[in-house]
């Protein structure tokens, strides 16, 4: 089975701009969660969504926002970017939010 | 904020000597899970210990929960260079049915060959 994709890998924006990340989870997942990772805040979670809905959410201002399609593949969407969102950010799926989280490798995001 | 506080922050050994990470927390919990990532990459599942559970093994892997003390410990035993990582420790509140982890701040750990 493959993993856990998320695309691009790297990503260079400036302040203001907006930026999309796309997340493929493992077959058969239905869960999708997101995380902000940052030296100085760690790991952050940001949203989870299962079969399509938004069924948890961090505490990250109204920026930050994601969606889910039928074939369980998300994407999260920064708008009006900040320094601050300079960060890796996580996908990971499980099955239906099940024990364990299967990551994907990123995505780096560097606001200019 | 973050739940869980880890302790060492870093930690540096010699090849074929034991590691030990500890994680603490706030509230109850659901089950406590512990992850390692490798410099820039993305998060690896190790073990996964629940609430009624107070000993688990995996291979070199030994993960003990004191839910009075509110408090984990990771074991690696006779660590190799490869085991060189950051370590989290996550954990799940409420319901077992949700995406959502609280981690903990992490331990680097170095494993000096």
């Known amino acids: 089975k493959a993993g856990v994709t998320q695309t691009p890998r790297y990503l260079i924006k400036t302040r203001g701009q907006q930026v999309t990340l796309s997340c493929s989870p493992i077959?058969?997942?239905?869960?999708v969660s997101w995380y902000q990772q940052t030296p100085g805040q760690g790991l952050q979670f940001l949203f989870e969504?299962?079969?399509?809905?938004?069924?948890n959410k961090g505490n990250f201002p109204g920026r930050f926002s994601g969606r889910q399609f039928s074939n369980s593949r998300s994407e999260m969407n920064v708008s009006t970017l900040e320094l601050g969102d300079s960060a890796l950010y996580l996908c990971?799926?499980?099955?239906?939010?099940?024990?364990?989280?299967?990551f994907g490798s990123g995505t780096q995001l560097s606001v200019l | 904020s973050q739940q869980g506080e880890e302790d060492p922050q870093a930690l540096s050994i010699q090849e074929g000597e034991n590691a030990t990470m500890n994680c603490s927390y706030k509230?109850?919990?659901?089950?406590l899970q512990w992850y390692r990532q490798n410099s820039g990459r993305g998060l690896v599942h190790l073990i996964l210990i629940r609430s009624n559970e107070r000993e688990k093994h995996s291979g070199r892997l030994r993960v003990t929960l004191d839910t009075s003390k509110k408090s984990s410990s990771l074991l690696i035993t006779a660590s190799r260079a490869a085991d060189t990582a950051s370590y989290f420790c996550a954990t799940r509140h409420g319901s077992s049915n949700t995406g959502k982890l609280i981690f903990g701040q992490g331990t680097t750990l170095q494993v000096k060959p």
């Open positions: 969504y299962f079969s399509e809905t938004q069924r």
């Open positions: 077959s058969g997942h239905r869960s």
């Open positions: 509230t109850s919990i659901n089950n």
């Open positions: 990971a799926s499980s099955v239906g939010g099940g024990e364990k989280l299967f």
